[in-house]
C-alpha cells in the first residue's frame, strides 16, 4: 500500500455474513481504494470465483489485480522450487513403494491387501493428509497399522525427493517459506476455505507480510464458524 492509502484503506479486517452478496459488496468497498494504486492479491476457493469478482469492479484499475486459488498462488511462489506431483504420480510413487515394502516383508498390517488395486491411491491419499496436517512419521504410534504406515510414509518422501517431485504438502511448504521473504501486496480472501494445516501456515504467512488484509466469510448467521474458514484461521493476525 503506497504511503497515504492506508487512510483509506483497513489494514488488517474481517468480514462474515448470511449473504453471498453482501460479504462481495464489502470486498468491494475495501478493494476500491487501492484500484489503481497499488497490485492486489485476491485468492477464492476457485479461479472463476475470483475472476467473476474481479470482472464486477469498476474502473481500469483491474489490471492490477491479481486472481489464484490457494493453491495456485502457492504454485506461483513456490516457482523452480517445486516440480508438481500430479495425483497419478502420486498414486504410482505409492504404488512403488508399496510393492518394495511389501517384498521386502515389512508389512505387518498391509501385507493381505498390499496387492489390491485400490490401495495405492487410499495411500497416496492418506499419506497426502498425514503430510498435510505436518505429522511425521516418528509420531504415528507403534501400533501395526502405524508402524506399516510410518515405514511407507518414510519410503513416499524419500522418492519424491529422489525423482525431485513436491506434492501438494512439498508445494504449500515451499510456498510458505518462500513467503517470509515476499515483498507483500494487499491481500483479500474471498471465502477461502483452509482445509489444512499446510494451507493455513501458507496464508498464515502471506498475511504476516500484507501490508493490508481483507478476509470474508459466507456463513448462515445462525451457524458457529466452520473450521477451516480463512477467518477462523486467520483471527490472530487481522
Known amino acids: 500500500v503506497r504511503r497515504g492509502d492506508e487512510d483509506r484503506v483497513q489494514v488488517r479486517a474481517v468480514f462474515r455474513s448470511p449473504s453471498a452478496q453482501v460479504a462481495l459488496k464489502a470486498a468491494a468497498d475495501w478493494v476500491a481504494p487501492l484500484l489503481g494504486h497499488s497490485e492486489i492479491v485476491v485468492l477464492a476457493a476457485t479461479r472463476a470465483a475470483a475472476d467473476e469478482f474481479v470482472r464486477s469492479l469498476p474502473g481500469p484499475g483491474v489490471f492490477g489485480v491479481h486472481r489464484y486459488t490457494v493453491v495456485q498462488f502457492a504454485a506461483v511462489l513456490a516457482g523452480a522450487r517445486a516440480v508438481p506431483a500430479t495425483r497419478l504420480a502420486s498414486e504410482a510413487i505409492a504404488a512403488r513403494v508399496t510393492h518394495q515394502a511389501h517384498k521386502a516383508g515389512k508389512l505387518a498390517y498391509f501385507g493381505p491387501v498390499a496387492k489390491m488395486p485400490g490401495f495405492p491411491g487410499a495411500l497416496a491419499s492418506t499419506l497426502s493428509d498425514l503430510r498435510l496436517a505436518g505429522v511425521p512419521a516418528s509420531q504415528l504410534g507403534d501400533s501395526a497399522v502405524a508402524s506399516d504406515i510410518a515405514i511407507l510414509l518414510e519410503a513416499y518422501e524419500r522418492e519424491l525427493a529422489a525423482r525431485g517431485l513436491a506434492d501438494l ?50 456463513s448462515p448467521a445462525s451457524d458457529t464458524p466452520k473450521p477451516g474458514q480463512a477467518l477462523d484461521k486467520l483471527r490472530a493476525h487481522l
Open 169 to 218: 504438502p512439498a508445494v504449500l511448504r515451499l510456498a510458505a517459506e518462500e513467503a517470509r521473504g515476499w515483498l507483500g501486496l494487499p491481500l483479500l480472501l474471498l471465502d477461502v476455505p483452509l482445509p489444512s494445516r499446510a494451507h493455513s501456515e501458507f496464508v498464515e504467512t502471506l498475511a504476516a507480510r500484507s501490508p493490508a488484509v481483507f478476509s470474508t466469510e459466507v
